[in-house]
Each structure stands twice: as C-alpha cells, then as structure tokens.
C-alpha cells in the first residue's frame, strides 16, 4: 500500500489531491496541517478515516515533517498563498524543511529509499512554458505576482541546488500549471515539456501532480498541466488580485498604509 504525503492539505490544491487521492482504498496519506481543526470542517470525517494520518504543527518543526514524510512513496508540497506580499517566504520556508527532513530520515537509514518530492511551481517560471503568451501579459502577470514568484524562485534553488551538488540522490519534480480556478477535474489531463493549458481547475492540477508522482518512468523534471476539454474562462476577480499584487509590488509603502488605516 503506497503512502503519499501532502504538505497543505487545507489548501485547494491539497483538498483537491486528499480527494483524488482516496479514491484509491489502497492509498495511505500522511497530511501536514497547519490547523487540524481547519481539516475537519473541510473533511469532517477524515479523523475516522484508516488511510489518513494527521501531522499538525510548525512547518518549522524537522522532526514533525520527518515523521510525516517517513516511508512514504511521494511528497505534495502544495504549501502556498494566493496574496503576493513583501518578505513572503512559504515556498522557501517548505523547501528547506523538506530538504532537512529528508537528511534526516536518510541519516537515520542510509539504506532508505527517499520520496519523490512534486513541488507545485507555475507556468511562469519556466520560458518554455509562457514563451507563447504576449510579451505584455506575462510582463503584468509576473509583476502583479512578484513577491510569490520570487519566493517561489528561491525554493526552486534551494531544489536545484541539492539534486546538483547533494548526496541525498532525491527525485524531484517540478508541477507548473498555468491560471488556475476552482473546480474539479474539467478534462483529459496530461503532461508536457513545452505546452501549457492557459487556464486550468485545481482538480486538473492534482491530476497532473498525482500522475508525475505516480509515473515512474516520467523523464520531465519540469511539467506543464495540459487539459484536453472545453477551454476555461479566467478565474473571477482576476483583475483586483492582479492589480493588488501591482500595488504591493510598486507601491508597499501605500498598501502599508491602506492596512494600518483599515482600509484593506
């Protein structure tokens, strides 16, 4: 029975994998929370559930990210924010938790097979990926998200850094969708090295995260989540998140100000 950890399970991307997922009587899930509580009202019976084990605490605490990520077949970290803001450091903060936990399970064990690791990334920070869309979008979009691409960008370092120059040997794998909405799986989903599905639901996105854990003979590092199915419209309130990010992005000062005077 193979056991896969999800790191963010409260998110819409860890919602949408714990149901994928348990489709499967045969899979066991590890799920790192934050907030058990927030879990249960999200699953109210999954306390009950045999093929779930819950690890609350500090994304912080080794030793607990350890135990979550011990024997297990593939990790999902799917930690993220949907807020761009200054000095964010999730995506960097999960990566080097990771990292050390896997140093420690291996400094336990020598002999320990370690888990594939799927990182949850974007279309944006791949060229061969957003090489197709206007100059201008991508120019927008990239600022407007600047802060969560930036701390995405130091994750993804501190991953390269040890798959070039560690011992660990660790698999990992980059999932790099493009917009995405909520919604269940909305078509046939595959993968690809240089395509990416414009808009996609979060439901195709653990699609595409399930089967580049799952496929063992999945030669891409870095994935692009195509859909083959009724091309989506772009996520409602797109505009204000975007130009909010452009906000915290040139502007911080002012947005510091707006939140100290409540107006945000």
Not at 79 to 98: E, F, H, K, Q, V
Not at 102 to 118: E, I, M, Q, T, W
Not at 183 to 209: P, W
Request: a positive charge.
């Amino acid at each position: 029975m193979p056991t896969f950890a999800i790191l963010g399970a409260t998110g819409l991307t860890g919602q949408q994998l714990v149901h994928t997922l348990l489709q499967n009587p045969e899979n066991k899930l590890n799920l790192y929370v934050r907030s058990r509580s927030k879990l249960t009202k999200l699953f109210p019976n999954i306390t009950e559930n045999k093929q779930v084990r819950i690890f609350q605490g500090s994304m912080n605490d080794i030793k607990l990210v350890s135990a979550c990520l011990d024997s297990t077949k593939v990790v999902f970290s799917v930690l993220a924010s949907n807020d761009s803001r200054p000095g964010m450091t999730i995506a960097r903060d999960a990566a080097a938790t990771i990292l050390s936990a896997l140093r420690n399970l291996k400094d336990r064990d020598s002999s320990a097979k370690l888990p594939r690791v799927v990182v949850l990334s974007s279309a944006s920070m791949n060229p061969l990926l957003y090489a197709n869309e206007p100059w201008l979008v991508h120019l927008v979009v990239f600022n407007a998200f600047w802060h969560m691409y930036y701390d995405l960008g130091e994750a993804i370092k501190l991953y390269i850094k040890e798959i070039e120059g560690g011992n660990l040997g660790i698999d990992i794998r980059f999932v790099e969708p493009g917009a995405l909405k909520e919604g269940d799986v909305s078509g046939r989903v595959s993968l690809a090295r240089d395509k990416v599905t414009d808009v996609v639901t979060y439901g195709d996105l653990a699609q595409a995260m399930v089967q580049t854990g799952e496929d063992e003979k999945l030669e891409l590092r870095r994935v692009g989540v195509v859909v083959d199915g009724k091309k989506l419209g772009l996520p409602p309130g797109i505009a204000l998140t975007v130009l909010d990010g452009l906000a915290w992005s040139f502007a911080p000062w002012l947005m510091r100000s707006f939140q100290y005077l409540g107006v945000i």
